[in-house]
């Protein structure tokens, strides 16, 4: 009796439907219990920036210090009221009148001012908030209190440290919803395009959502457990990674699975099919991606160092999606889930054909790239290469030393516009004042000298009993002392934010170290300039620790050192040709007055970690077509089967970076434009052309030091089966062998 025909052969029903539908309610569960986990993220995210600087950083130390002088954890608030013209008597009683009803607020210490301006044509309140509170709702209330007791007809502006940081919460407000709209649309027009069909997309829409759910679920109990900090930046990265990263797993597997399907009417069997030949190269990619996030725990930055395992976490979850969920769905939905255009069964004999050239059974767009790079491998990665180096001459445009904090929200901002008054009127520095920790013995020798510094509006001594949060000079008295140390105030004449004011605090720190050497420098500007230190210290350290890890990861997966080196290689030009385009855009389009410290770091460790992650699929596949039918024919086969596919890839993950350009955070917007264009020319151009032109043209040199034996006696047999009758591409290809 004849077997039966593996297409035909009873799987066990346990197989065929009891463990998919097991896998899908232990998904749905989790999805349950990560879902509403959504909304309770910002119970565990901060947004203060003192909170990213190591415990080493100058301004951190100066921090622990001012917090021993002070009885309650407050912020300022500093309210401006601004007229075309000076104060009349009546309405300088209408101000001072507004300070009763402020402290009648809660969460609102007590209240310093009204000060006018010297011009008389504003007036400045200094209002300390607690900290512990919801400062976004509290410094509503009070732009809301101002508004309605001015006096008639004046602008009012409630900023300084607790007016910015309340509108960058709201800023932050669109990442729990409309980022993640966004994201799944884009994703879902794309998946709808490639597949023609409705319940596919859906399929992977699924996998996507659910592995975020287990990925927000996963984050939320580090943060609670206190292991990783997380703030409104990595919370929207992890949105837009998971999506776009499970998305990609996804796309390849089903990519597999319509293969499989293609060969045999047994769906469990197609999916196991499926399951084997797509399980190293999304393993592999899954793993280089987390490996080369978890470098981050290499910054001196905490808020990169938390990064690195809330993105990792994410993408962990990616791949059990990926890999255990969508084969779950693919069983229990067969062929259904390509409906109406179904994959038909192809004839036994002509399932495995014999390449000669690669290009057989090929068509259309990957067909032509595929004849291209037979034809000119030379001449196509040359050109490549030059394109790329040209693209990254613009990188010496790229002005990433950090921005003002007032540059940062890019949508209208009632803070925003009150440093602007506060310029106006007052020194610029006020209310944000550089806060100086020095040695009881020698507080007015370092007073005295901090007054002559330039850029110095006004220095004093902390007395006792006087508010150290301000800028406004405190009653005289006694200083107060505090473990033998002092602290002083020292408004600035420039901007908190600016770079200018960074100068003086640079030169404040040269200065005074020479009179008292434990002397501390800190406040607004010193964080933010030890901010932009470090994150310039990070670039320089991980950079090579990625390139390394990659690296390994690259030769433990195809078995060769030369083609692990020309993948990295090919990548970081990839890197430098889009940073050097997205300096020229930030600087002549967008008009950014500069770029995030953070933004060169963040695009390096995405961009080449998911452009390898190409690589990794074309090459993997390149490798397995090698084995059977020689390296160059392999490498014409790998690039067609796997272009669509890592195309469609790229373009969705493209998609969902771009998503995040809909926060208006400056940060976020030009990691948006870096990584979704980085990942389109790394899928256009170095994926689908440079790579294979490169390693067509190396042949099975590529696969260095080793030399499998199957390479070399197919490639002997192809070129003793060729004879006379090939096309040209097989002559070109047989004359590049020899």
């Known amino acids: 009796m004849k077997p039966k025909p593996h297409s035909r052969e009873r799987v066990p029903f346990w197989l065929r439907w009891l463990v998919p539908v097991l896998l899908v309610l232990t998904w749905l569960a989790v999805a349950g219990i990560g ?14 920036q003192a909170s990213f600087l190591p415990s080493g950083a100058e301004a951190t130390e100066a921090q622990d210090w001012q917090a021993k002088f002070r009885d309650s954890d407050e912020i300022p608030a500093v309210i401006v009221v601004e007229s075309d013209s000076a104060f009349t008597p009546a309405q300088l009683g209408e101000s001072a009148a507004l300070k009763a009803k402020l402290e009648e607020l809660q969460a609102v210490g007590t209240v310093i001012g009204p000060i006018p301006s010297k011009d008389g044509d504003a007036v400045q309140f200094v209002v300390p908030i607690s900290s512990s509170g919801e400062v976004k709702e509290i410094v509503q209330e009070l732009r809301d209190e101002v508004k309605a007791s001015a006096p008639e007809g004046m602008r009012t502006f409630v900023t300084g440290p607790a007016g910015l940081t309340a509108d960058l919460v709201s800023a932050f407000a669109g990442i729990d919803g409309i980022l993640l709209l966004v994201a799944l649309a884009a994703v879902f027009i794309i998946l709808l395009i490639v597949y023609r069909s409705l319940l596919l997309p859906i399929a992977v829409l699924f996998t996507s959502v659910f592995a975020l759910c287990a990925a927000i679920l996963l984050v939320f109990g580090m943060a609670k457990l206190g292991w990783i900090q997380l703030n409104g930046q990595s919370q929207g990265i992890l949105s837009i990674l998971v999506i776009g990263a499970a998305t990609d797993y996804a796309l390849l597997y089903v990519a597999r699975f319509r293969e499989a399907l293609t060969h045999t009417t047994n769906r469990p069997a197609a999916v196991l099919t499926a399951w084997k030949a797509s399980f190293e190269p999304i393993l592999a990619s899954g793993a280089t991606v987390i490996i080369a996030l978890l470098c981050l725990l290499f910054s001196d930055l905490n ?72 034809r000119r491998p030379r001449t196509v990665w040359i050109a490549s290469v030059l394109l790329l180096l040209v693209a990254s001459a613009g990188i010496l445009q790229l002005k990433a030393n950090g921005v003002p904090q007032t540059d940062v929200i890019l949508t209208a901002s009632n803070a925003v516009d009150g440093q602007d008054a506060l310029a106006r009127h007052f020194d610029a520095g006020s209310g944000s004042p550089a806060v100086i920790v020095a040695d009881e013995a020698k507080a007015q020798e370092v007073l005295n000298k901090t007054k002559a510094t330039e850029g110095v509006g006004d220095a004093y001594l902390l007395a006792e009993g006087s508010v150290p949060i301000t800028g406004a000079p405190g009653a005289p008295g006694t200083p107060d002392v505090r473990e033998g140390k002092v602290l002083i105030n020292a408004t600035l004449n420039y901007a908190a934010d600016s770079n200018d004011a960074e100068n003086v605090v640079v030169k404040l720190r040269e200065d005074l170290k020479k009179i008292d050497a434990g002397a501390l420098v800190g406040g607004v500007t010193a964080t933010a300039l030890d901010t932009n230190t470090t994150a310039q210290r990070d670039l320089v350290v991980i950079i090579p620790v990625v390139l390394a890890v990659i690296l390994v990861i690259l030769m433990l997966l195809l078995r060769s050192v030369l083609a692990p080196v020309l993948l990295v290689a090919s990548v970081v030009l990839s890197y430098a040709a889009a940073l050097g385009v997205s300096a020229l855009v930030f600087n002549n389009i967008f008009g950014f007055p500069g770029a995030d410290a953070t933004v060169p770091l963040f695009g390096f460790v995405f961009l080449v970690a998911l452009g390898v992650d190409y690589n990794i699929f074309l090459m993997s596949r390149v490798r397995e077509e090698s084995l059977k039918h020689g390296t160059r024919p392999g490498i ?18 493209a998609a969902t970076f771009a998503a995040l350009g809909v926060i208006p955070i400056m940060f976020l917007v030009q990691l948006a434009f870096i990584v979704a264009f980085g990942v389109l020319l790394d899928t256009v151009l170095v994926r689908s052309l440079l790579v294979p032109a490169l390693s067509y043209d190396l042949g099975r040199r590529i696969w260095w030091p080793g030399k499998p034996a199957r390479l070399e006696d197919d490639e002997r047999a192809l070129a003793g089966s060729r004879g006379d009758e090939g096309s040209l591409e097989t002559d070109l290809e047989g004359a590049g062998r020899r």
């Open 35 to 48: 879902g509403p986990t959504f909304g309770r993220l910002d119970e565990v995210s901060s947004n203060d």
């Open 303 to 374: 808020s990169n160092k938390a990064l690195g395992p809330v993105a990792a976490a994410g993408i962990l979850c990616s791949l059990f999606a990926a890999l255990t969920l969508l084969p779950a769905l693919m069983a229990l939905l067969g062929r259904a889930a390509f409906w109406p255009f179904r994959p038909k069964l192809v004839p036994e004999t002509e399932r495995e054909p014999r390449f000669v050239t690669g290009l057989e059974g090929q068509k259309g767009l990957w067909r032509a790239t595929g004849s291209l790079v037979s």
């Open 636 to 653: 014409l086969r790998g690039l067609g089967v796997t272009g669509g596919v890592i195309t469609s890839a790229g373009v969705v993950l």
